[in-house]
C-alpha cells in the first residue's frame, strides 16, 4: 500500500502551508543554522519554510523535495530564492552525506513507515550534521469552548488517518522512531501553534470548514464510509461557530526532534 496524504491538495491545505515560516514552525532548528550550511528540506509543500531557511543559510545551498508535482512547481514560481524537486523520501536522488541539515515538517505523521524515512534521511546528511523533525499529535489537540462537533471531527480525522496507516499522533512517536533508525544522540522538545485571537480564529477555522467538506480528507472520509455530506456539512458549521466565539482558544501541540550525527 502506497503512502496516502489524508489532507490532499485542497486550497484550504495549502492556505495553511503557506502560513507556515521558519519562526513558526521550526524554532527548534534555528540555533543550528549558519550561512554556508547545505540543507534538504523535505516534504516542503509550497515553500515557505525552504524559503526562510535558504535566507537564513546563505550562500548555502537550500533543496526542497516533496512527492507532489503540484506544489514543487507553485514553490518554484514564488519562492526563487531556493531549489525545488520532486522526490521520494524513501528514496532520496542523493548521495550519502549530501547535506549538513536534513529538515520536515508535519511529514512523519503521513507516512506508513516513518523509521525508513528517517534512516534515508540519515543516509543523505553529513557526519556533524543534524536531522531535525517536527509533527503534531492530533491526540493532544485542545480547544475551547467544547463542542461535540468538533470532538466528531478529531475523531474522523484520526479514523481516515488510521485508515491510510498513517499516524496522526506522531508528535509523541519521534524519539522511538528515531532511535529505530539508528540515531545515537537525540535531542527532544515541544511546541504549539496557538489561535485565539479574532484574526487567528476565523482563520484556523475556516479553513478547517473548508478542508472538512472540500478535501482529500473529505472524500475519502465519504468514500469509506465513515462520514456523509450531510454530517460532513455540520462538522464545517461546528468550525464556524468555534471561530465566531469571542472566548474561542485552539492549541496544536507538536513534538520536536534534532538527531545529531
Not at 512517536?173 to 539508528?182: H, V
Not at 482563520?203 to 456523509?228: I, P, Y
Amino acid at each position: 500500500m502506497a503512502d496516502t496524504y489524508t489532507h490532499g491538495h485542497h486550497e484550504s491545505v495549502l492556505r495553511s502551508h503557506r502560513w507556515r515560516t521558519a519562526e513558526n514552525s521550526a524554532a527548534h532548528l534555528l540555533p543550528h543554522l549558519r550561512p554556508g550550511l547545505d540543507v534538504l528540506d523535505v516534504g516542503c509543500g509550497p515553500g515557505t519554510i525552504t524559503a526562510d531557511l535558504a535566507r537564513l543559510v546563505a550562500p548555502g545551498r537550500v533543496l526542497g523535495v516533496d512527492n507532489a508535482p503540484e506544489p514543487v512547481a507553485r514553490a518554484r514560481a514564488e519562492h526563487p530564492g531556493a531549489e525545488f524537486a520532486v522526490a521520494d523520501v524513501y528514496a532520496l536522488p542523493h548521495p550519502d552525506d549530501s547535506f549538513d541539515v536534513v529538515h520536515a515538517h508535519q511529514v512523519l505523521q503521513h507516512l506508513t513507515d516513518p523509521v525508513a524515512a528517517l534512516r534515508e534521511m540519515r543516509r543523505v546528511c553529513r557526519p556533524g550534521g543534524v536531522v531535525a523533525v517536527r509533527d503534531a499529535d492530533y491526540g493532544g489537540m485542545r480547544w475551547w469552548p467544547e463542542h461535540p462537533g468538533l470532538d466528531r471531527w478529531l475523531e474522523l480525522y484520526r479514523q481516515v488517518a488510521r485508515g491510510n496507516r498513517a499516524f496522526p499522533d506522531a508528535g509523541r512517536m519521534l524519539k522511538p522512531w528515531a532511535r529505530a533508525a539508528g540515531f545515537a544522540e537525540v535531542r527532544c522538545s515541544a511546541s504549539t501553534w496557538c489561535f485565539a485571537d479574532d484574526e487567528e480564529r476565523a482563520w484556523w477555522g475556516g479553513l478547517w470548514a473548508d478542508r472538512v467538506r472540500r478535501s482529500a480528507l473529505a472524500e475519502q472520509a465519504v468514500a469509506r464510509g465513515l462520514s456523509d455530506p450531510a454530517e460532513l456539512d455540520r462538522l464545517a458549521a461546528a468550525w464556524r461557530t468555534w471561530a465566531e466565539d469571542p472566548d474561542g482558544w485552539f492549541a496544536v501541540p507538536h513534538g520536536e526532534l534534532r538527531c545529531h550525527l
